[in-house]
């Protein structure tokens, strides 16, 4: 069976790893087996999502639907406008956080949420069959500008106007959350501070990934701007990363402890992906929440089947209440409206918090067998007490530390992720793993 479909949804390096001609089969094929209506088409700021959404846009065509163009929109507008306009399925036509030679597609169903894994399979086996047959019918395209501004709308309605109105920063990452997240922030009540929120397919001020090397200029940069906060996303703005006033970049786990805390649910079912920290399935615990892990990219998915209430990956929130999508932009107002009423709970939730995270990425193919054997060996010492494969290899230790390996769904990448109360600790962990990746090439 074709593999087509990576993390959250397909991507490559444009007209070399992903053609319009891929693409266009694939958005022929969901179309086709979705059957026909009407569909959602989005897009972020590069080149070649401009035209890989015209190509999405002549595939539905071309199987008999109408095509609603939302235009150039972060991924949870399309998410929400496929829900709102009851469309048989959305496209998301973005590289996400990937580099700028990168191309791709994030698929919604009705309900504005990305494809479980058996949709999926469903897709990549119609698409090793040449089932479809010419559509009698040539669809509709309708210009749906008007989803952005419905978006705005309705989620400002969900929240209160803030009283202790904050001043913040937000670093768009020369993505279209550039056009939307002040237009939340303000009528919210707050005094916002765009930066890198032009719309640009160069993503010349930094790489859209928000990682704290990415940062570094933004962060130098926020101590002048007097701010009481600073959030950043990613070039689609599903994902949200939070920095203090001093440009500190404020660890994930953080992040969704706020905003679970701003949820304020006392039962329920919390889906919190493999790699995130501990310290956040430790808070759920402690507000009387279950916890279940997922593989990443799928919170979604198991949230939906648990009926949920909450979910998070690290930098990316899922609030039910709102959509069963990750949503970088709602994550900033819903923390905001938080931290307004309560100015010192960063610093006490800080404090609070014993975890100390680390990622690493590495740009190798390994053999995760070679790998596997090589972490058990190295990390034997450490007292192994649990191996688990449900997202490529985390091994936790007797004092409750942690390593993971996985292989990234959207780049030729290793992702090491190792968590520890003691930072001398995590210093070892974080070499012993590099140096088991760099050994099992």
């Known amino acids: 069976m074709v593999k087509a479909f990576g993390t959250a949804g397909v991507r490559g390096v444009f007209n070399r790893t992903q053609t319009p001609e891929q693409v266009y089969r694939l958005a022929e094929t969901?179309?086709?087996?979705?059957?026909?209506?009407?569909?959602?088409?989005?897009?972020?700021?590069?080149?070649?999502?401009?035209?890989?959404?015209?190509?999405?846009?002549s595939a539905v065509n071309a199987v008999g639907s109408e095509a609603h163009a939302f235009g150039v929109v972060p991924t949870p507008v399309v998410a929400f406008g496929t829900r709102s306009r009851a469309c048989m399925a959305g496209f998301s036509v973005t590289a996400s956080h990937n580099p700028s030679e990168f191309s791709g597609v994030k698929i919604f169903n009705t309900k504005g949420?990305?494809?479980?894994?058996?949709?999926?399979?469903?897709?990549?086996?119609?698409?090793?069959?040449?089932?479809?047959?010419?559509?009698?019918?040539?669809?509709?395209?309708?210009?749906?500008?008007?989803?952005?501004?419905?978006?705005?709308?309705?989620?400002?309605?969900?929240?209160?106007?803030?009283?202790?109105?904050?001043r913040i920063a937000v670093d768009c990452a020369s993505g279209p959350g550039g056009i939307v997240t002040p237009q939340i922030l303000k009528p919210l009540g707050h005094h916002v501070v765009p930066v890198n929120a032009q719309v640009s397919w160069r993503f010349s001020a930094r790489p859209p990934e928000p990682t704290a090397s990415n940062l570094a200029d933004f962060s130098k940069m926020v101590p002048g701007l007097g701010v009481d906060l600073a959030f950043a996303h990613d070039g689609d703005a599903d994902r949200l990363v939070m920095l203090d006033a001093l440009g500190r970049v404020i660890p994930d786990s953080i992040l969704t402890i706020l905003a679970l805390r701003a949820v304020n649910a006392s039962s329920g079912v919390v889906v919190i992906s493999e790699n995130t920290s501990t310290a956040v399935a430790e808070e759920a615990e402690r507000l009387g929440l279950r916890?279940?892990?997922?593989?990443?990219?799928?919170?979604?998915?198991?949230?939906?089947?648990?009926?949920?209430?909450?979910?998070?990956?690290?930098?990316?929130?899922?609030?039910?209440?709102?959509?069963?999508?990750?949503?970088?932009?709602?994550?900033a107002a819903m923390i905001s409206g938080?931290?307004?009423?309560?100015?010192?709970?960063?610093?006490?939730?800080?404090?609070?918090?014993?975890?100390?995270?680390?990622?690493?990425?590495?740009?190798?193919?390994?053999?995760?067998?070679?790998?596997?054997?090589?972490?058990?060996?190295?990390?034997?010492?450490f007292k192994i007490q649990e191996e688990r494969t449900l997202d490529g290899l985390k091994l936790v230790f007797a004092d409750g530390s942690w390593v993971m390996f996985r292989s990234s769904g959207t780049?030729?990448?290793?992702?090491?992720?190792?968590?520890?109360?003691?930072?001398?600790?995590?210093?070892?962990?974080v070499q012993l793993g590099t140096q088991c990746i760099e050994s099992s090439k």
Not at 34 to 44: I, L, T
Not at 128 to 133: A, H, Q
Request: aromatic content about 8%.
């Open 113 to 166: 949420m990305e494809l479980p894994a058996s949709d999926e399979e469903k897709i990549e086996r119609a698409l090793v069959v040449d089932v479809m047959k010419p559509s009698g019918v040539f669809g509709q395209l309708v210009p749906d500008e008007e989803a952005a501004d419905d978006y705005v709308q309705a989620l400002v309605s969900r929240y209160e106007k803030a009283r202790e109105p904050l």
């Open 291 to 331: 916890v279940t892990r997922s593989r990443v990219g799928k919170t979604f998915a198991v949230l939906e089947a648990e009926g949920g209430i909450f979910a998070a990956e690290p930098s990316k929130v899922v609030d039910p209440r709102w959509g069963l999508w990750e949503d970088g932009i709602n994550a």
């Open 30 to 57: 969901v179309a086709f087996t979705s059957g026909r209506g009407r569909y959602g088409v989005g897009w972020d700021g590069r080149k070649t999502s401009a035209l890989l959404a015209r190509t999405v846009i």
């Open 411 to 429: 780049e030729p990448k290793i992702r090491f992720y190792c968590e520890s109360k003691d930072l001398q600790l995590l210093d070892v962990l």
């Open 338 to 381: 938080f931290v307004s009423r309560d100015r010192g709970v960063v610093g006490r939730v800080m404090e609070e918090v014993q975890w100390r995270y680390r990622q690493v990425n590495l740009d190798v193919a390994v053999k995760m067998r070679v790998l596997r054997e090589k972490a058990n060996e190295a990390f034997r010492k």
